[in-house]
């Protein structure tokens, strides 16, 4: 592959970092940008006291993401993202794409939110992620044995108006795959990662 964006999209809980695995493993290199990382790495060094820092802090994570992304295009490196994008971050990365001529390609998850919350929930609750997405104050080495006590887990209800209102689920850019992931079991990966190949080769970017 030469000169790719492959876009993870989609709900929360569709698997998009396991998806983004498989394809690095199947198709190549690929440089692997998380929104989730930086946003992560940059709460450790900053630290938060309320949700409004905690906006501030996630503005420069992305602000890094874009800057990161562009030089990865300047270099012409194949690119993978993963994170329930919206019409939020279409404009620039159209721009970035348009810009340094990349082809781009969305993978779409989607799957009953009734599944999704229960899957967020459970992520949520494992102690290996991030205290940060779960807290309403948060500053690194901050540690809480039992996460159902953090004041910031999403409630049904909010999980599904985010689900609903901010076009996690109609959001594209070039070609577009979608899948349904409600059933894991049933999803044909393989499948997907050659059509993924077929429209690369048949879309050689030319410079």
């Known amino acids: ?5 492959i876009l993870l999209a989609g709900l929360p809980g569709t698997g998009k970092t396991y998806l983004s695995e498989f394809i690095i493993k199947y198709l190549g290199e690929f440089y692997l940008l998380s929104q989730d990382e930086l946003k992560e790495y940059y709460c450790d060094v900053f630290g938060y006291n309320n949700l409004e820092e905690k906006q501030r802090v996630e503005k420069i994570a992305w602000s890094k993401y874009y800057e990161i992304m562009e030089r990865q295009m300047q270099l012409g490196k194949n690119i993978i993202s993963d994170y329930p994008f919206s019409q939020k971050q279409k404009p620039h990365i ?3 794409v348009e810009r340094y001529g990349y082809k781009v390609a969305t993978i779409r998850l989607i799957a009953d939110l009734n599944v999704l919350f229960e899957r967020q929930k459970k992520r949520d609750l494992d102690p290996a992620r991030h205290l940060s997405h779960i807290v309403t104050s948060y500053k690194k080495g901050n540690y809480l044995a039992d996460r159902s006590k953090a004041d910031n887990l ?3 209800e909010e999980f599904i108006k985010r689900c609903t209102t ?3 689920d ?7 795959f979608e899948v349904d992931v409600t059933d894991f079991t049933k999803v044909d990966y393989s499948k997907l990662v050659k059509d993924i190949k077929n429209w690369d080769e048949s879309n050689i970017v030319k410079d």
């Open 170 to 176: 109609t959001f594209e850019l070039g070609k577009l």
């Open 166 to 168: 901010r076009g996690y």
């Open 94 to 96: 159209q721009q970035l």
């Open 154 to 156: 999403l409630t049904y």
């Open 1 to 5: 592959m030469e000169k790719s964006l």
